[in-house]
Nanobody, 118 residues
Framework: QVQLVESGGGLVQAGGSLRLSCAAS????????MGWYRQAPGKQRELVAS???????DYGDSVKGRFTISRDNAKTTVYMQMNSLKPEDTAVYYC????????????WGPGTQVTVSS
């Protein structure tokens, strides 16, 4: 089993910045892909950014150029620097880990709230 713990959410004014962190513990395979998703009230959960074990990056269109995802060398912690935040970035942000052991394993953190005021 794997546990994911997010931190760094909070309230910020439009134009401000936040940095999210997600630490994975347990049976973490360093070949997995880690990422951030978000879900705003009344909307579906959407990809914000992801990073593979080979550091291939993917971003949602709405955050390109503003958010940056990174990962530590041990590949157990993922970060997301969020700049130029907008009110529409307000959502619960979830950390995600997908790894392939004997089967595909998909883990989620409990989520952290990000609120951007106008």
């Amino acid at each position: 089993q794997v546990q994911l713990v997010e931190s760094g959410g909070g309230l910020v004014q439009a134009g401000g910045s936040l940095r999210l962190s997600c630490a994975a513990s347990g049976r973490v395979l360093r070949t997995g892909t880690m990422g951030w998703y978000r879900q705003a009230p009344g909307k579906q959960r959407e990809l914000v950014a992801s990073i593979t074990s080979e550091n291939n990056l993917d971003y949602g269109d709405s955050v390109k150029g503003r958010f940056t995802i990174s990962r530590d060398n041990a590949k157990t912690t993922v970060y997301m620097q969020m700049n130029s935040l907008k009110p529409e970035d307000t959502a619960v942000y979830y950390c995600n880990l997908v790894q392939y052991g004997l089967s595909c394993e998909n883990y989620w953190g409990p989520g952290t709230q990000v609120t951007v005021s106008s």
